[in-house]
């Protein structure tokens, strides 16, 4: 009986910590982007944060709270749309994308000396993060939430979805603080959108699926 149950856990872990590996590459490299690239140069990364600086705009919330509150409401609808584990999952990417965005902003600065070099740069990685993230039905939080249900319920990549609600977030944030913000967040968008929605669904060879998640190391 024990072989047995130790035959169905040992793939049931595996699974598990493939996922969350996978999870926490994709945070990291979300925050790597975020810490150095776009945040130093005040390029919002998505329509969140987009909504944050609106709620400290309008009713004077601190960003802070108004990005935890953005983010929470979201995880309300991954918890009934997605369920659990897709929760679990994005709160865990937030948590460490949050961490990452910290260390690297404090210890990493970007080599280049031009926003629109670092917006590239920022976006390639940002969109590969994400995608990580989505491949595991995990969302990035914030409006990749509802990006990541449209997409389930579609049967389409979620890089569109995600594409059309962040600009539309950032026209009207653009609209109300500063017109100069539309143009290098819809590049950033359309450049890491475009990247999601291939890497979504390229089809990833499985011996480097296994290197990549230290599949060697289980069946050892």
Known sequence: MKSNDNQYAKPL??????????????AVMQGFAMGVFLFPNFIPSGGGAGLTVLLNYWFHIPLSIALWLVNSSMLLFAV???GGFSALGTLLGITITS????????????????????????????????????????????????????AKYKNISPGKPLFWINGIIFLITSYVIDWEIVFQAIT?????????????????????????????????
């Not at 890491?192 to 990833?204: A, D, G, H, P």
């Open 80 to 82: 009934h749309y997605l």
């Open 13 to 26: 872990f595996r699974g598990i910590f493939r996922k969350c590996f996978l999870v926490a590459v994709g």
């Open 188 to 220: 950033c968008q359309w450049m890491s959108t475009k990247i999601i929605s291939w890497l979504y669904n390229v089809s990833i060879p499985k011996n480097i699926r296994n290197i990549l998640t230290f599949d060697f190391v289980w069946r050892n």
């Open 99 to 150: 961490i990452s965005v910290n260390i690297f902003n404090v210890y990493l600065e970007s080599p280049f000396s031009h926003v629109w070099i670092d917006l590239v740069f920022g976006s390639i990685f940002f969109g590969t993060g994400v995608s990580i993230l989505l491949r595991q039905g995990i969302s990035n939080g914030g409006m990749g939430v509802i990006a990541l249900i449209i």
